[in-house]
């Protein structure tokens, strides 16, 4: 069964600074990819997508992903933080095998941006 | 965007009670929904797949007999914990997919369920 891992569980950065969350899933094939982000408490929003085309996938407030298909990755960037980025990310991946094409997700990262 | 609803948005129960959290589209028709849980510092755990019409499909382990899916319309589903015990606690999330983007699901906030 597919699987998503995080390898980052607590980042903590500082403003301006830059920031890459890892995330690899399990097996290839047709792939969707997904990066959420939920800020404090508030329901989780979807930041950027990937479903085929260019591996660089831009997104809202600056963040970006890249597809690496070799490599199972699909990383999230954003090249200067700021404190409103304050939330915690998480990385998913569609399954298409079986009955219903759900989502998979990843254990999340959360992230603390200081002023 | 789409907007999700989940009410309510937290509720305290006795064990052995029941509770419905009900999850709706606000402003599109929501031929898919999908029930998640959360646990504290984990990640969202599928439950179930719903689509408009039919039975729930749930995922591996989950009881259908204890959390029962009901998708009545396209812009409601409820989910109902039976008997509810003191691990039912937890945080329970929808999200919604339809027709148009159905490649994207929004999310509803949550309801933090609470069994003393």
């Known amino acids: 069964a597919q699987s998503v891992s995080q390898h980052n569980h607590h980042v903590i950065l500082s403003e301006a600074a830059s920031l890459e969350l890892g995330c690899n899933y399990s097996y290839g094939g047709t792939v969707n990819l997904f990066w959420y982000v939920q800020y404090p408490g508030q329901h989780l929003q979807l930041l950027l997508k990937?479903?085929?085309?260019?591996?660089l996938v831009k997104g809202i407030k600056g963040f970006e992903a890249e597809f690496i298909k070799s490599k199972f990755s699909f990383n999230l960037r954003k090249p200067s933080v700021q404190w409103s980025d304050t939330a915690e990310y998480f990385c998913a991946v569609k399954d298409y095998g079986g009955a219903t094409n759900k989502l998979i997700f990843g254990t999340g990262t959360l992230l603390a941006v200081q002023p | 965007g789409a907007v999700v609803s989940q009410h309510p948005s937290r509720v305290i129960c006795k064990s052995g009670t029941s509770v419905k959290i009900e999850c709706r589209s606000l402003d599109f028709q929501a031929t898919t929904m999908f029930w998640y849980r959360q646990f504290p510092k984990q990640s969202l755990m599928l439950m179930a797949t719903s689509n408009e019409g039919s039975k729930a499909t749930y995922e591996q382990g989950v009881e259908k007999d204890k959390f029962l899916i009901n998708h009545a319309s396209l812009t409601l589903s409820t989910l109902t914990v039976t008997s509810a015990h003191p691990e039912d606690s937890s945080f329970y999330i929808c999200?919604?997919?339809?027709?148009?983007?159905?490649?994207?699901?929004?999310f509803g906030p949550g309801t933090r369920l609470t069994v003393l």
């Open positions: 999200s919604a997919s339809g027709l148009a983007g159905a490649d994207e699901q929004f």
């Open positions: 990937y479903f085929s085309g260019d591996p």
